[in-house]
């Protein structure tokens, strides 16, 4: 059985961090990426991030380039998110996700399993 547990979410400041992680279980984690994508109240679910299997290969939103770094440790079977420069609309729930396969990008259809998702909120 696949679990992927989030940590790290809470409340912050604009233009501060937070760091957050997904610790997963049941599949060989090193096989597949792994994705961060947020829902704020009344949006629909949108992408944030994405890792490939090494590590090497990402992928970000525009609207988090330059300010939000995904990263793996492949030993720990762990995902993190590092979040810097927050602002008041990155406030959401921040659900870690992982891939149908290897190659699993921007869309939620290709990710198979997902976290209970950890809640971000940036105060102005």
């Known amino acids: 059985q696949v679990q992927l547990v989030e940590s790290g979410g809470g409340l912050v400041q604009a233009g501060g961090s937070l760091r957050l992680s997904c610790a997963a279980s049941?599949?060989?984690?090193?096989?597949?990426?792994m994705g961060w994508f947020r829902q704020a109240p009344g949006a629909e679910r949108e992408f944030v991030a994405r890792?490939?299997?090494?590590?090497?290969?990402?992928l970000y939103a525009d609207s988090v380039k330059g300010r939000f770094t995904i990263s793996r440790d492949n030993a720990k079977n762990t995902v993190f998110l590092q979040m810097n420069s927050l602002k008041p609309e990155d406030t959401a729930v921040y659900y870690c996700?992982?891939?149908?396969?290897?190659?699993?990008?921007?869309?939620?259809?290709?990710?198979?399993?997902w976290g209970q998702g950890t809640q971000v909120t940036v105060s102005s």
């Open positions: 890792i490939g299997l090494s590590g090497r290969s990402t």
């Open positions: 049941g599949r060989t984690f090193s096989s597949f990426a």
């Open positions: 996700a992982q891939g149908i396969g290897s190659s699993s990008s921007r869309s939620a259809r290709e990710y198979k399993y």
